[in-house]
């Protein structure tokens, strides 16, 4: 029993798909909810990255197609051991929704007019906007250094919700801005 159990806490392959499991099984309303959970497992429990390389994957994940929740996933796995370790991660984190939702659509065919499951689930809905926003707050602290991550925040921020811009066009852009605003200081500090 004692090998078993060691097998289970030693071995990472066993250890990257359980996180990922356990993820992809708790973390209700989405990858953004996921966050502030992932970066607890990954940076602090098992110590396989440190912050700095979570919001690295984070910013990678959130820059590519697909879900955030299955790309942050595949990013560390593959970081920690390569295919192997980015399928049993990606695997991990899907495997929970998918038994869950055919259970859930079969079930709520029969209950969808009952007041408590209405209720539960706008319950739900407002606890993951809660983490969501923790997972904004706790991102930004991390991130927004200078003056020019405030502004770049606050512009992609506002062209989102108040002129309706299109999400992928504000990485772009901020791909963009970004790599002028670096070019522009290296040369300043070249001239220096």
Not at 100 to 114: A, C, G, K, P, Q
Not at 169 to 177: C, K
């Amino acid at each position: 029993m004692d090998r078993l159990k060691g097998f289970f806490k030693n071995n990472i392959y066993w250890n990257l798909f359980a996180c990922f499991f356990k993820l992809g099984l708790f973390t209700i309303g989405g990858g953004m909810a996921m966050i502030p959970i992932m970066q607890e497992k990954i940076c602090d429990k098992y110590k396989w990255m440190n912050e700095e390389e979570v919001l690295d994957c984070i910013a990678i994940s959130q820059s590519l197609p697909g879900v955030i929740a299955i790309n942050m996933a595949t990013y560390v796995g593959y970081a920690k051991k390569g295919w192997k370790g980015a399928l049993l991660t990606t695997f991990g984190v899907i495997l929970p929704s998918f038994i869950i939702i055919i259970f859930v659509v079969s079930l709520l065919r029969t209950i969808d007019e009952n007041p408590y499951v209405r209720g539960a689930l706008e319950g739900i809905k407002a606890a993951a906007t809660g983490l969501i926003a923790f997972a904004a707050w706790k991102m930004g602290k991390q991130t927004l250094k200078g003056a020019f991550q405030w502004l770049a925040a606050f512009c992609a921020f506002a062209s989102i919700v108040f002129l309706g811009a299109d999400a992928v066009w504000v990485i772009l852009a901020g791909i963009a801005v970004g790599e002028i605003y670096y070019a522009v200081c290296a040369a300043k500090e070249g001239k220096a």
